[in-house]
């Protein structure tokens, strides 16, 4: 059976208006459909931009110049707006406060924000509403204030209004970076049910075991460059990692440190379990 | 936490069930008919004891009285200007410790204050008894720009969210020294050190929004739809249609008048 | 004399709910990470150490200072505070005046103000940036140039509010140089943060707050070996900890560098006896 790609990205090149480095350079690749695809570099290293172009932000809110080619759910971004490509794919932000429309009362509405613009009809409307606010754990809040809301709740609450727009594809540009443990682990796990759910996963994130833990790919990028696109134990077993920024998993730190590798795949653990089962004595 | 700005109290009366649109040609009529109709006063009246009735029925009228309040201040004074020193005054009505006041000039601010009177009440029926969203939502479906109503409904939440923010900056400032309290020149030399951080954030804060909203079909073209799209009730309609047809004939009565 | 003095805090915003109560401790030079879950009363706490509110009940005292008889502009000179988000302090259009304001504001000389504002870039590596606009940096950038704005300032106490948050992996290293840095000169370094694996990398000594109560107050190593009591405040201990207690090891270790030599020393034990056998 052929698998459906999801995204394909052919040789994308994109520089932001009034800079002269380019902030993505030469990027190809493809995700599989329902794949979770983990991003990691540094601050700054052209991760966030990538997540733009894939949503169209980049280059129809930022414009500059654009060279290349991004295709998401069949449908190439350059020839369609950031409305019609809503359909299609979605976007979760780091500040989870930013991403509430401000114009509504309740959570219920908030979410309901999305579809009002795509001009959907009200049964459908109700349906999806009350398929996303069961699928992120919201039913409890749907009356309240989207401001009330804890940061975990609120970024929920952002990912619900992608979700029931029903996109194929959903990016995640560090969503958890700036909420407590227990918010972060909320979010994790409503992408989790998504992933299961059938829904294409692009995730940047800076918390290695978690990535290491939950993504099937690994992208490693740096300095607008794609460095590396493969399985978070090959990945992260690179010996070079650190020349790009990038800390690997606590676990394959030590793992590098004291030589203790995996002997059929001759990789380093990633995760607590992989390590657990090398580092017992 | 803040809450959004606004004064809707949730009373449940056939008030709240009534469509904004209705409640705006009551304001609308109870503008004009008073410059319209004669007798003014009496009309201008009618209006007040309609509007209080109203308010009263809608279980909000307590909430008017500190408004009410705060407008005698400006009327007694309106009252204590017009009949001393209004420039027609010619008859003297009567005589406090020396002051004369005047028929022509008490005359006039009763009319002045009678006017008054009826715009505030009925805006507070307005604004008292509809959720902002729903007044800027029947706006938008009868023709305003969505982007000005997002404007007007999203201000009325960030604007509380932006004064907690001056909380946290005003915070961090005097955790480097900086002095808020004091004289003048002291508060005047902290303005910068405070409104800086608030201006830069929001923008921030707008551009990231602009961005979020534009990911959720904001600018998408077509038809949008509403998720609460009350359909307007018999009643409304009826309403609408008195209301309309009322305005109408006091223009054509105006009109002929004259 | 203890740098901080905490007496029978109690603190609360509206009447009768309180967000600490009857908190106690004493901190002198070195460093203390106070942890607990959102709402378990931290920022409260810090606020307090910070004169930026007064206790309820109880008392606070910076240097022997009851925080009650000064305000939190004059306690600048002793107890600096670096606020989670740096959006909410910088408003000057170049690095350096921003750096340089609060040493100018606690009465330092322009030259004096500079000379620590140059030395506090330096410590947080943004020296080539000192004469760019704040606002054409990242976020991270912003948030240890917030840092660097309070290390100018040369205070006794610093006080460091989720740093971590928001930074790749060369700001986090940045950030745990600098609190090594300062905790090597001296000083007190206060953190509250989220990340255990920070705390069990830089910290000697952590206090756990839960719903507003003292739950925990010792070396971090003790605090982090009673996982059951953490877990009953939804706190994990850092990975390496958890490795540690997944692998049955009597002994807890918090930094990757100390489970790498226990683990060696094991494994060569370990050898030695494989070969008698």
């Known amino acids: 059976m052929v698998v459906k790609k999801t995204i394909v990205v052919e040789n994308l090149k994109y520089r932001y208006p009034n800079t002269s480095k380019l902030a993505l350079d030469s990027i190809s690749f493809s995700v599989d459909e329902g794949q979770f695809v983990g991003i990691v570099g540094k601050n700054l290293a052209g991760k966030s931009t990538l997540c733009e172009a894939l949503v169209g932000l980049v280059p129809h809110f930022y414009k500059g110049a654009y060279g290349g080619k991004v295709v998401v759910d069949g449908v190439e971004v350059l020839n369609s707006s950031i409305g019609e490509m809503a359909r299609h794919i979605g976007i979760v932000f780091q500040n989870p406060f930013t991403q509430i429309t401000a114009a509504k009362l309740t959570v219920y509405e908030e979410i309901a924000f999305g579809l009002e613009n795509l001009g959907m009809d009200r049964v459908e409307m109700v349906k999806r509403i009350d398929y996303v606010l069961d699928l992120l754990g919201l039913y409890d809040f749907k009356d309240r204030n989207p401001f009330e809301l804890s940061g975990g709740q609120m970024q929920r609450l952002a990912i619900a209004g992608i979700i029931a727009m029903k996109p194929t594809v959903i990016v995640l540009d560090e969503p958890t970076s700036q909420l407590d443990p227990q918010g972060s682990e909320e979010v994790f796990k409503a992408v989790q049910r998504l992933s299961k759910e059938g829904v294409t996963i692009v995730m940047v994130e800076q918390k290695m075991e978690k990535i290491a833990q939950y993504a099937d790919k690994v992208m490693l990028i740096s300095e607008g460059k794609m460095i590396d696109f493969d399985s978070p134990q090959k990945l992260f077993s690179r010996e070079d990692l650190e020349n790009f920024g990038v800390e690997p998993p606590v676990f394959t730190t030590i793992a590098k440190k004291l030589n203790v590798k995996d002997e059929t795949t001759g990789l380093y653990p990633v995760t607590i379990d992989e390590a657990r089962r090398l580092f017992s004595l | 936490m803040a809450r959004a700005l606004s004064l809707y109290v949730e009373t449940n009366t056939f008030l709240q069930k009534l469509d904004p649109m209705v409640k705006l040609l009551y304001i609308l009529l109870s503008i004009l008919l008073p410059f319209l109709i004669l007798p003014y006063r009496v009309v201008g009246l009618t209006f007040i004891l309609i509007s209080c009735l109203l308010l009263l029925y809608g279980k909000v009228f307590k909430k008017v009285l500190p408004l009410l309040g705060f407008s005698f201040l400006i009327l007694i004074s309106i009252v204590i200007i017009q009949g001393l020193f209004m420039q027609s005054n010619r008859t003297p009505a009567f005589t406090i410790d020396g002051l ?132 307007m009730t018999l009643l409304d309609k009826i309403l609408e249609w008195v209301l309309g047809i009322l305005l109408l004939i006091s223009i054509i009565v105006r009109i002929v008048w004259l | 004399m203890n740098l901080v003095d905490v007496k029978n805090v109690s603190f609360a915003y509206s009447e009768n709910n309180f967000v600490l109560q009857n908190i106690s401790f004493s901190l002198q030079k070195g460093s203390v990470a106070i942890i607990g879950q959102n709402g378990s009363g931290k920022t409260t706490l810090v606020k307090l150490l910070k004169g930026l509110l007064k206790p309820k009940v109880g ?218 056998h």
């Open chain 2, 100 to 231: 004369t006041f005047y028929k022509e000039g008490l005359l006039y601010a009763w009319t002045l204050c009678i006017r008054v009177l009826d715009v505030l009440l009925a805006f507070a029926l307005l604004v008292l008894t509809t959720r902002p969203s729903d007044l800027i939502q029947s706006l938008v479906k009868r023709g305003l720009s969505p982007r000005f109503g997002y404007v007007l409904s999203s201000a009325l939440q960030i604007i509380p969210q932006m004064m907690s923010e001056v909380g946290s900056i005003m915070d961090a400032q005097r955790s480097r020294g900086l002095e808020t309290e004091g004289n003048l020149w002291t508060r005047l030399k902290a303005f910068v050190p405070l409104i800086g951080p608030v201006v830069m954030s929001s923008l921030l804060e707008t551009r990231e929004r602009a961005m979020a909203l534009e990911v959720r079909g904001f600018s998408a073209i077509g038809k949008k739809t509403f998720l609460f799209d009350t359909e």
């Open chain 3, 59 to 276: 008392d606070v005292f910076i240097k022997g200072i009851n925080t009650k008889d000064t305000t939190a502009a004059k306690l600048a000179k002793t107890v600096g505070l670096v606020f989670q988000n740096p959006n909410d302090q910088i408003f000057k259009n170049k690095v350096l005046d921003e750096v340089m304001f609060g040493p100018l504001n606690i009465g330092q000389s322009v030259d004096e103000a500079r000379e620590n504002a140059l030395r506090a870039l330096e410590i947080v590596s943004l020296t080539e940036k000192s004469q760019e606009n704040p606002y054409d940096l990242s976020l991270s950038e912003r948030k240890l140039i917030s840092i660097a704005s309070i290390l100018s300032m040369n205070t006794d106490i610093v006080i460091f509010d989720e740093p971590t948050i928001a930074q790749d992996c060369w700001g986090k290293t940045r950030v745990k140089d600098i609190v090594r840095l300062l905790v090597s000169a001296g000083k007190l370094v206060i953190t509250i943060t989220h990340d255990m694996d920070f705390v069990g990398e830089c910290f000697e000594r952590v206090i756990v707050l839960n719903k507003g109560k003292l739950l925990l107050d010792g070396s971090a190593k003790d605090v982090f070996s009673q996982e059951d009591v953490l877990s009953a405040a939804y706190l994990e201990p850092p990975y390496i900890t958890q490795l540690c207690h997944q692998l049955h090891y009597d002994e807890v270790f918090l930094s990757p560098e100390s489970f790498i030599s226990y683990y060696e020393s094991h494994r060569q034990k370990k050898e030695t006896n494989d070969a008698k």
